[in-house]
């Protein structure tokens, strides 16, 4: 039982470029998050879903899309990466309101 | 929406002595409230929680308490240990363990135990 993991660990982006990131959980949960955890300001919340072929919009969407085409995958997108996308984002998933969290992704955008 | 406040940002405490991080909340509906620990490079790990109609609940050396009338609960950590050096981040819910309801977080709290 692996719970929620994270693919990649690291990336480093030029300003422009696109990338996905990949989250994963075999925990059978209904909801599932993104979070970017910037130093100082915690954790926000930029897309989330309530169910397989569902997504919203969290406190900063902007930049950002998400899919969530099977149940235990949700995918975070960012089309043109931006120098301010650079962050360490958190995937997370519930079956209630108590969130289990995967181990990261380190971004860095140039 | 949910506003959470948390302080101190950061606190510092000597090995042994207890460890005490305060946090407010916004909407009067949230009734779940838990608390995380982030160690350095790691992710974010549930530690406590507890549910509007509790006022308190115990787990060895930490303590969460809470004041629905005004709004605050406090996370308490006795005897601390140089383990216990992390960031601490509550939340808020208007869901419960058991059924669904977005975290509002707080902006955490770096706790450093010297020994």
Known sequence: ?110 | GENVEQHPSTLSVQEGDSAVIKCTYSDSASNYFPWYKQELGKRPQLIIDIRSNVGEKKDQRIAVTLNKTAKHFSLHITETQPEDSAVYFCAASKGRADSWGKLQFGAGTQVVVTP
């Open chain 1, 1 to 110: 039982n692996a719970g929620v993991t994270q693919t990649p660990k690291f990336r480093v982006l030029k300003t422009g470029q696109s990338m996905t990131l990949l989250c994963a959980q075999d925990m059978n949960h209904e909801y599932m998050y993104w979070y970017r955890q910037d130093p100082g300001m915690g954790l926000r919340l930029i897309h989330y879903s309530v169910g397989e072929g569902t997504t919203a919009k969290g406190e900063v969407p902007d930049g950002y899309n998400v899919s969530r085409l099977k149940k235990q995958n949700f995918l975070l997108g960012l089309e043109s990466a931006a120098p301010s996308q650079t962050s360490v984002y958190f995937c997370a998933s519930s079956y209630g309101a108590t969130q289990y969290f995967g181990p990261g992704t380190r971004l860095t955008v140039l």
